[in-house]
């Protein structure tokens, strides 16, 4: 049931947990493609996607949400992140299928990660919804 | 790879640790880069070395692989923020393979050549006014 103020969501899953993003945001879920690698510095970047012509930058946020053990990612979700002052596709690698949800954000707790813009309520579970842009800016030790 | 001769240069080699030889061309000195500490990858086992126009730099490769005409640039994109900004002009696809197109000022920026265009002269013993 869809309830006044509430808003659609992806959640997709990381190993045991799952996250959101805003539904507006995404694009599409793809299988995995061949990722394609090139030397850079930039932290959570693990490559690109060429997708339909378009040069997709792929962003590892598995090692930052769930840390290192992630298990193996299946899918890109394929999502819109506002770069500065631009939209830009970003491929997510995720470790399972999605779901498109709708539930009303819960309150912060204020004890979340900056990159972490609101909570779900979905059943027992509490999602986190993830800010990409915000997680694409923080600076990961090697 | 003949001709090349190891860079030392007092403090300079060690501000530019990239730069590790100097070649003779045609009365031009080039400084050489080896392309792997440029672009931060691990130690690499150089067999060429590109010299390019316009500017006395010339860069350590492992091999060639081809010349190719590429007719659309793609800019980086924004998610790419850090020295590769710098490092690369856009990126080409060829027959599905995305690659980037290097930045050749990157190698040696101005003001790097500047203080080596100045340290050679000190070392040459030629006055600069």
Same mark, same amino acid.
């Given at each position: ?12 899953? $990381? /190993?045991?947990?799952?996250? %959101? ?26 490559? !690109? ?11 590892? #946020?598995?090692? !930052? $949400?769930? /840390? ?9 979700? #394929? ?30 707790? /204020?004890?979340?990660?900056?990159? #972490?813009?609101? $909570? ?14 915000? $997680? ?7 | 790879m003949e001709g090349l001769h190891a860079f030392t240069l007092?403090?300079i080699s060690?501000q530019i640790a990239k730069l590790t030889h100097t070649l003779e061309r045609s009365g031009t000195t080039y400084f050489v880069v080896d392309a792997a500490m440029h ?7 150089p067999s060429r070395v590109l010299i390019l126009r316009n500017v006395p730099t010339g860069v350590l490769v492992d091999?060639t ?9 793609? %800019? ?21 393979? !995305?690659?980037?197109?290097v930045n050749h000022n990157a190698f040696l920026n101005k003001a790097e050549l500047e203080v080596l265009r100045a340290g050679l002269e000190r070392v040459r013993?030629v !006055?600069?006014?």
């Open positions: 049931m869809i309830g006044d103020g509430d808003k659609s969501y992806v959640l997709f899953p $990381l /190993g045991e947990k799952r996250f %959101a993003l805003p539904a507006e945001a995404v694009t599409e879920l793809a299988r995995p493609d061949s990722l394609q690698t090139f030397p850079h510095c930039t932290p959570l970047l693990a490559g !690109v996607l060429l997708r339909r012509g378009r040069i997709v930058p792929v962003c590892d #946020i598995a090692q !930052v $949400l769930i /840390g290192p053990g992630a298990p193996p990612r299946k899918f890109y979700l #394929i999502a819109n992140c506002k770069s500065e002052s631009r939209q830009e596709l970003t491929a997510v690698p995720v470790t399972g299928e999605c779901e498109l949800a709708s539930a009303a954000r819960a309150p912060l707790t /204020g004890k979340e990660p900056h990159y #972490i813009s609101g $909570l779900l309520t979905i059943g027992n579970e509490t999602v986190e919804i993830v800010a990409l842009e915000k $997680l694409m800016s923080m600076e990961v030790p090697a | 007092g403090g060690a672009f931060q990858l691990p130690p690499s086992r091999s692989d081809r010349i190719m005409e590429i007719t659309t640039l793609h %800019a980086l994109p924004r998610a790419f923020t850090h020295e590769e900004r710098g490092w690369y002009r856009g990126l080409a696809v060829v027959n599905g393979a !995305v690659m980037p197109v013993g !006055v600069t006014v």
